[in-house]
Structure formats: structure tokens, C-alpha cells
């Protein structure tokens, strides 16, 4: 088996923060991971499978788990499924944005709105990544997993991995398991073939971000360069030299909250109607069965995107502050990334998150989620 000496998770995670495992194993390809995999699950251990660590906040204490890092890296195109499409098949292990390099470089478009984001492209699904409205769920088409409960491999159409915002059934939200156990081997994306030039931008959202007119025109690598200095000016693309980075990225979920709800919060507080929310019952009864009774019109009530750095900042907890004394800070560039001043360790940021929740809940009545994954520490 491919085991290394063990390390610490600081060393492997974005936060800089976690203790060492008693087990670490590093693979490099698909069958490799295939049996490491097989052989941990046999032999009853705690375990964990670590990608780029840009998603995890892991505890001070030592583990007591083996720790699998995912490392296989490849892209192959497998096929074209219709005129204009692209279909690209990445090994789990491949740094996400190298991949997004290559499809612009490749005049595939799809995710270059997605450049700069941390972690691997297995890992990507799972949290259902997204920025400039643009998401996984909008590209990807299946993935080939290990079923972790019967050790088959098997290929799931992206439509079986319940694609949400920030989330899936893959995915351990805070205070929750997965609903599915399972590791993802290899993602397959449907990406259109729009060339080098500059084409038409699609996506509203995108085209806000850069600042567009509807009719513009602009090449994927310009929309990609926008998109990393954009990111980089929050701090969310990794630099050794900036302490900003230091982080998982938006610690904190913008909450997705009911009509109802969100008319409690002041007017001022950014919202985005979510897609898809309003329904009404079917009115057309066939004549068969009609009994001379009509239902009542139902209606879904509608549900909306609500900033949570917005609400962070107005309870007073601004862009840089951090306790006395303490190494965990929020960023000085965007107020939802918590961040690792240099040397924090992991209960320095939780007590810092402990913080922030209290706060928001206080003020606003409104409990924010944690968006990377907990091991070892809660807050």
C-alpha cells in the first residue's frame, strides 16, 4: 500500500489547522484508490479522504483515522454527445483549477467562471461549487464512484447526486452524515465548444460580474483573467504571501430562506429569488373525473438567496476582526472568509465562528451554516 510517513493536516488543509492522522496514504491513480479504499473499509477504520484540503476545518487533537489522499490526476476527452458539445473525463485528483485552465485554453466553455476555486474535481461535485452563476450541476454529466457501503464502482448520472446549492447527497453538512457514502473516482463534464475567440457571454450573473452588456462579446481567457482578479481581490485565490488566504474559503453559507422569513430582515439586505419556487395545482380535470369538486390553487411560497456577509457585517463584525490576542481572524478583504493569521490554532477559529453565529442568530434570528466540512472540532 502506498502509505507515507503521516503529516500534519495543517500542512494539507487551506485553514493551516489540524492534527496528524495515525494513517496517511497518498494515490495516484484510479485502481490504486480503488484498493486502498477496499482495504481501509475492511479493516473497520476511521477514515477520511482528502482532496486539496480547501473544504475541511479539522481539529488540534492527533487522529485516530486513516487518511486517503486523492492525487490521481488526468483529463480525456470521451466523446461528443451532440453538435457543439465536449464531453472531458477528470480523474478525481486533478487540481479544479488546472482543469478550468485547461478547458479555456481548450475553447470549451462551461466553467471558466469557476477559475481560481481551490480543491479537486472530485471534491467539486460534492459541494456543488459555484461563482458568478455558474454551478457543477450545469456541466457535469455523471461520475464514477466506490460505493462505500458494498465496494462496487459504479457510474451515477449527475441527476442521482441531488446537485443543490453547496451541497449533494455526498456531502456531511454540520450535524449531519451523508446521505450516500460513496468516493468519486473521476468526473465527466458536457462543456460547449465556443473556440478562443470572444463569443457571447451566457449567464446574467456572469455577465454583471464582468461588468457586460447583453450583446458583448469577450474570449473565455479574458472572462477566466476577470474572474482571478476579481477573486484574488477577496482574497479567494491561494497566495503563500497573503494571510487572507489562509482560509476555506466562504466559511458560511448564504442562507436559502422562505418568502416569509426573509420579509423579517431589513429591506436593505441583498436577496436573490431563487429559480423554480412557484407552483400552482393542475387545473385541467379530465371530464371523466370530474365530481364537481375544483381544488384550491396551492401555492409554493417562494424562496430567496440572503447574504450572509452582509448580515455578518451588520451586527458589527467587520472585514479583519479578531479577539485580542487571538490568530484566527476574519479576512481583510471579505467577511465571510474566516481566516488563519500565521500560526491560529483550530479552537481559535471555532471560537471565532461560535462568535459570528451567536450574533447573526441574536440579531437577526437566523442561525448561519458552516460550509466546509467539521472533523474534530465544533462550533
Sequence with gaps: MPDVTPRPLAELTTLRVGGTPRRLVEVTSRDEAIDVLREVWGSGD?????????NLFVGDDDLDMTVVRLRNEGITVVGSPEPGVVRVRVEAGHEWDVFVGWTVSAGLAGVEGLSGIPGTVGAAPVQNIGAYGQEVVQTLHEVE?????????????AARLGLGFRTSVLKSHYGSVADYHA?????????????????????????????????????????RATVLETRASKGMVLN??????YSAGSFFQNAILPES????????????LMPGVAEVADRVIPLGQYDGY???????????????????????IRKGFRFPGSNAGLSTKHALALTN????RAEELAELARFIRGRVHSEYGLLLEPEPILVGVDI
Design 261 to 272: 422569513f426573509v420579509r423579517t430582515l431589513p429591506e436593505e439586505c441583498p436577496r436573490w
Design 240 to 245: 503563500d504571501a497573503d494571510p487572507d488566504t
Design 294 to 316: 375544483v381544488r384550491p390553487v396551492v401555492h409554493a411560497e417562494r424562496t430567496f438567496k440572503v447574504s450572509a456577509a452582509w448580515l455578518i457585517e451588520h451586527v458589527g
Design 341 to 344: 493569521r500565521g500560526t491560529a
Design 46 to 54: 476511521d477514515w477520511l479522504v482528502l482532496g486539496g484540503g480547501s
Design 145 to 157: 464512484l466506490i460505493d462505500a457501503n458494498t465496494w462496487d464502482v459504479v457510474t451515477a448520472p
Design 183 to 223: 468516493v468519486i473516482l473521476s468526473a465527466t463534464f458536457d462543456l460547449r465548444a465556443v473556440g478562443t475567440e470572444p463569443v457571447a457571454v451566457a449567464g446574467e450573473q456572469l455577465r454583471q460580474a464582468l461588468r457586460l452588456d447583453d450583446d458583448a462579446r469577450i474570449s473565455l481567457a479574458d472572462i
